[in-house]
């Protein structure tokens, strides 16, 4: 059933070239530009005209919506907010029919996030889902929604359903911004940049064993700290998620540019930082971060893009992957940080399929 590896957690990494073409099946056609989300079809009109959306979820799925919030934005140019399900459902959040909310859950069944979707409906709000779990409870009372078609995931630490989760919050961005923000041209480039995806995620996995390696250097730390910008802040904080339930090692994300407000006053030798560096705008800035970590004697190890020789002279390890347009780069970098996280907990002899004081789904409040 784990289909040839010691753990499911690794099976699901593995599967997500697969899985990525699942998300996409029967709603892109890559050559000209086509994108068709059936499940909100008869909505489309009223999420276009939304005064602004609301990204309500847990965890993982919470991630997945921040980086829904930089894509809608851009793509979409309508603003978003994104809230832990658990805050807005306390808070008497300002809500009426003009507001989209979008409720993300892998399993359908977050006790919170169902909350969060049921005081929306009572607010008047339009609610649409990103379930995993086919006929679970949020997909079933949300008004509208979109299946991440990722398959079943085992594993307590949720890998192959967040980059679906992210793929399904690409496309829906894209086709909220057809005919209004983006041309045609734009949209095709996207939708090509995305049909790449999974093909550089399978070299990605070719990485493994550099990626052990690295691991076996980092069995012993107690802290890490995970940094990056734009696109790939929300990359960090699930990286320093994935290690944290999986290996119980204390780790934090930040945006890169934060790490002077506070968190550098915490690196020295031991303090592992790992850097989410694509070859972006912000290149030469997580550069001069790289450099500020070094000269406190803190170790690096950046997550780059192949042909970056300059990191290689600053970082103790460099896991080199292809490059893309910065709004598919978290489908990217995400990969080589599950890795990281599977091989450190396996070392330290966890259980990384059933993390200590976990649940696969959290149906308490
Ligand atoms: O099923 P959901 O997506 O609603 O679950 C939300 C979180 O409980 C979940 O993502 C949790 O953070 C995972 N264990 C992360 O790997």
Redesign the pocket.
Known sequence: EKGGFEHFMLKEIFEQPVTMQEVMRGRVRHEDGFVRLGGIEDYLDRIRDARRIVIC?????WHAGLIGEYLLEEFARIPVEVDYASEFRYRNPILDEHDVVIV???????AD?LAALRLAKEKGALVVGICNVVGSTIARETHCGMYTHAGPEIG???TK?FTAQVIVLYLLSLVLSKDRSLSRHDISLYLRELGEVPEKVSRILELNDQILEIAREYVDSRNCLYLGRGYNFPVALEGA??LK?ISYIHAEGYPAAEMKHGPIALIDKDMPVVFIAPQDATHGKILSNVEEVRSRKGRVIAVANEGDEEIARLADHVIYIPSAAAPVTPLLNVIPLQMLSYHIATLRGCNVDRPRN?AK??TVE
């Open positions: 979820a847990c965890g993982t799925s993300i859950s892998q399993s359908g069944e977050t996030t307590v630490a949720s359903a998620l994935k339930e976990l789904s959290v």
